[in-house]
């Protein structure tokens, strides 16, 4: 077994060549004047079992391009198996057609890499679990919210409360998840919909946080809109420190400062996005999980 | 039959409905916050013979996503046939494997076309034959050499003198179209390597070109360097004045002024590429080739 480090995931790919003890393929990688994307391996891989690390986050379609590229390269060089660690699924948003005539956009990324020849593909904390179904090749969907916890759990917190910033199954269950590994309590916000003008409220139930250290656990954070306001009712409520620990720290615009102003004294992101929040790695998960001991919510 | 304008060509797609006399496609497109593209198609395609045009110019990754996610989408809504014009053809220059690993580009994305769906793909000029040979799927390699030629009628030139900045068998080609159409007379440019240090140059041979009208013609400006050479050798040999007329201007970083100040009076580029320079339209190239007469070289 070898490991390949996509462009956009090299420190995470030297991490778990590290954690597994087996080599990274030398790759040669650019772009050339007028963006286009080049790949040459550097030694043989015919006949090898790769790993492509390559998480897909922003700019998601010139990741893609790349993990397409490498992917193609080699299968074409006549590698045996090929495994693809992609932590953030970029286009997972679109799971079903809301609406005649959208795209799916999940199940074209879905065709084209297995029609490339991927054999297995591990990502984290997918943004919609019906995207897993749009695959035929087996699909792992890990999550970091025990490492996330496990981070925090070393800081010690201060009778701590695991919030999950909406309702929706999922992100309970993450909080649910990162409550265990800390042998915490946990809750979560409700989200209402008004049924005339469609708008989004975060419901301001009591939850009863006066005094206590709390951790916002969520997949995913984007304009840091749903984190805000998640800090807004706790430090309302008088929770005496607040934390945001997050999957994919996108971090668009000028969400950090957004995040910051509502009262949260730190944000932490994983390596599935590369930035300066990417405090926990995803590595020992996916480590994990090649050795059968698979962490899901 | 009915056109679908990409986002990368919408005036292109508009012309061509025009001038073949057939509808465009409703689409909704547009990026999310994190830049994910989405399209929606406002209107039923089952069933339709689509045209879907969409030039993969730079950012050729996001042009490519787009292409993928139309093509995707309008099969899976049950489009009966669909033919793509691309008039400029990304990652086209890497045509085979000229090093051990190295990757294929163009077959990645004749995989990806095909699997998507596409019936046909149409382009201009592309930069290399070789890649035509990767496609199952009938390819037709349109030639806008023609066009640009009757552009340069119209305004006039005096004795004029079609160039070919290099003696590749496809330049040369392209330059005695141009020329045919200007009944005018062509030559091409030699380009040297050196076999010590594999710098090229371009070997200013007598080219006869004292008081006239010159004509570059090529296929692709990147740099420039290729252009603003041949431009020099022509003004240092008295051309009167230097006109450059390419398929697709991609006119990179300072390629303007260095294209400029090497004496070239006017660039004139196609709407392949959507940019200031884009003075003749491709448009009629394509509808001529679906009514049956093919423009090649």
Same mark, same amino acid.
């Given at each position: 077994m070898?490991?390949? /480090? ?11 060549s590290?954690?597994l003890g087996v080599q ?53 060089? /006549? ?8 932590? @953030? ?8 057609? @809301? ?19 991927? =054999?297995?593909?591990?990502?984290? =904390? ?13 699909? @792992? &969907? ?13 800081? /010690? ?42 708008? +989004? ?11 206590? =250290?709390?951790? +916002? ?36 615009? $000028? ?7 509502? /009262?949260?004294?730190? +944000?932490?992101?994983? $390596?599935?996005?590369? &930035? =300066? @929040? ?20």
């Amino acid at each position: 077994m070898k490991i390949v /480090g996509g462009p956009s995931s090299l420190n995470l790919a030297q991490k778990i060549s590290e954690e597994l003890g087996v080599q990274l393929v030398k790759i040669r990688v650019k772009r050339f004047p007028d963006g286009e994307f080049y790949v040459k391996f550097e030694e043989n891989v015919a006949g090898e079992n790769l790993l492509i690390v390559q998480s897909l986050y922003p700019p998601q379609d010139s990741h893609l391009m790349e993990l397409f590229l490498i992917l193609h390269t080699a299968r074409d060089l /006549g590698a045996e198996t090929i495994r693809i660690f992609a932590p @953030y699924l970029a286009y997972s948003r679109q799971d079903r057609r @809301y609406l005649e005539g959208e795209c799916l956009s999940a199940a074209m990324i879905a065709e084209v890499i297995e029609e490339l020849g991927a =054999d297995a593909l591990y990502t984290i =904390d997918v943004h919609n679990e019906n995207v897993l179904k749009m695959y035929k090749i087996p699909i @792992y &969907n890990l999550t970091a919210s025990g490492e996330l916890a496990r981070y925090f759990a070393k800081k /010690g917190l201060e009778n701590p409360l695991v919030i999950a910033p909406d309702d929706e199954d999922l992100a309970k269950r993450r909080a649910k998840y990162a409550a265990k590994v800390l042998n915490a309590e946990w809750d979560a916000l409700e989200k209402r919909r008004d049924r005339y003008t469609g708008e +989004i409220t975060t419901f301001a139930k009591d939850l009863n946080a006066h005094g206590r =250290d709390a951790l +916002i656990i969520d997949d995913i954070i984007s304009t840091g809109r749903t984190v805000a306001n998640a800090a807004k009712i706790l430090r309302d409520q008088g929770a005496k420190r607040i934390f945001v620990g997050v999957s994919h720290a996108l971090l668009l615009g $000028d969400s950090v400062r957004i995040i910051m102003e509502s /009262g949260v004294e730190e +944000i932490v992101g994983t $390596d599935s996005v590369v &930035n =300066d @929040y990417a405090k926990v790695s995803v590595s020992p998960i996916f480590v994990r999980a090649l050795r059968g001991e698979i962490e899901q919510v």
